[in-house]
């Protein structure tokens, strides 16, 4: 179908990242990190879509082929819309700490960004200043600028740094129908 003029694309109705891990992880903090970089690139998705979340869900898998066949996730709905990275972070790292068993081997971790409304349509807390959310959101801005500006410098203390260690891309098949750069290139001589 073709779009008329003055016509958008319907916004996201939610957001999910999740990655399977390289290895198995049986350390909470290790998990932590990841759902760090989890939830900042969900916000920043959000931001560039001028969209809050009202709601996250956190899911943790075993691995299936082994005998271990752990599955467990926790939702959180928050007070008020947000796209503030470390007011989510505080919700999920909550979430995390509820589905977390101790000695399991965690094959797989996501997050889920949902109930998504647009960020101009904004509730006021009425317990905290309009002051306080106005430097919230400069200070995101400011963040989110100099990373577009300079390819994402500024990360999170705890944010996974090196993709490599849980991304398992490198399975993944070349997108020859839908990337240029991938695109075979033949030589006749």
Same mark, same amino acid.
């Given at each position: 179908?073709?779009?008329?003029? &003055?016509?958008?694309h319907?916004k996201? =109705?939610s957001?999910?990242?999740?990655?399977?891990f390289?290895?198995?992880?049986?350390? =909470?903090?290790?998990? =932590?990190?990841?759902?760090?970089?989890?939830?900042?690139?969900a916000?920043?998705?959000l931001?560039?879509?001028?969209?809050n979340?009202?709601?996250?869900?956190?899911?943790?898998? &075993?691995?299936?082929?082994?005998?271990?066949?752990?599955?467990?996730s926790?939702t959180?709905?928050?007070?008020?819309p947000?796209?503030y990275?470390?007011?989510?972070?505080?919700y999920?790292?909550?979430?995390?700490d509820?589905?977390f068993?101790?000695?399991?081997?965690?094959?797989?971790?996501g997050?889920?960004?949902?109930?998504l409304?647009?960020?101009?349509?904004?509730?006021?807390n009425?317990?905290?200043?309009?002051?306080?959310?106005s430097?919230?959101?400069?200070?995101?801005?400011?963040?989110?600028?100099?990373?577009?500006?300079?390819?994402?410098i500024?990360?999170?203390?705890?944010?996974v740094?090196?993709?490599?260690?849980y991304?398992?891309?490198?399975?993944m098949?070349?997108?020859?129908?839908?990337?240029?750069k991938?695109?075979?290139?033949?030589?006749?001589s």
């Open positions: 179908a073709v779009l008329e003029e &003055g016509m958008s319907t996201r =109705k957001i999910i990242l999740s990655r399977t390289r290895g198995d992880v049986y350390d =909470k903090e290790e998990l =932590k990190s990841y759902l760090t970089s989890f939830v900042s690139t916000c920043e998705k931001r560039e879509d001028g969209l979340a009202k709601a996250a869900n956190v899911y943790l898998r &075993g691995n299936y082929h082994k005998a271990n066949k752990y599955f467990n926790q959180i709905y928050f007070d008020l947000t796209s990275t470390p007011t989510l972070l505080t999920v790292n909550e979430c995390l509820k589905i068993v101790e000695g399991y081997p965690y094959k797989q971790m997050v889920c960004l949902y109930d409304t647009p960020s101009t349509h904004n509730q006021i009425m317990f905290e200043s309009e002051s306080t959310t430097k919230h959101h400069e200070v995101i801005q400011a963040v989110d600028d100099l990373n577009q500006k300079w390819g994402g500024i990360k999170i203390a705890r944010e740094r090196n993709q490599t260690l991304d398992v891309r490198h399975m098949s070349q997108r020859y129908t839908t990337s240029w991938e695109l075979l290139s033949v030589r006749a």
